[in-house]
């Protein structure tokens, strides 16, 4: 697939998940509140950077469009290059998987 997107998502203790998608949305903490500052969608492609991830944030993972599964992340960060996402977080839950 032309527009594959590397995924992981890593806690101190597992590796979480490891998949292939095309699209991941994740939530990034506002610096100036300390919480929620708002979505970021990241497809292949995307400049590289390192986003500090909300305290309670949502990430949600798509193919084609469909949700492969979604997340909540205690805080970490989100290491992001045009092929790849890693996220590090102290805690991950998976809430949904298809």
Avoid: Y
Wanted: charged letters at 25%; aromatic letters at 6%.
């Amino acid at each position: 697939m032309a527009g594959e997107l590397r995924f992981q998502l890593l806690t101190p203790m597992k590796e979480v998940v490891s998949c292939t998608c095309d699209t991941v949305n994740l939530f990034e903490k506002d610096p100036a509140e300390g919480w929620g500052g708002g979505g970021i969608g990241i497809r292949r492609g995307h400049l590289p950077a390192v986003i500090a991830l909300a305290e309670d944030g949502p990430i949600r993972v798509l193919t084609e469009g469909k949700l492969v599964f979604s997340a909540r992340v205690r805080g970490g960060f989100a290491r992001v290059d045009a092929e790849s996402v890693t996220v590090l977080t102290p805690e991950a839950e998976v809430s949904a998987e298809e």
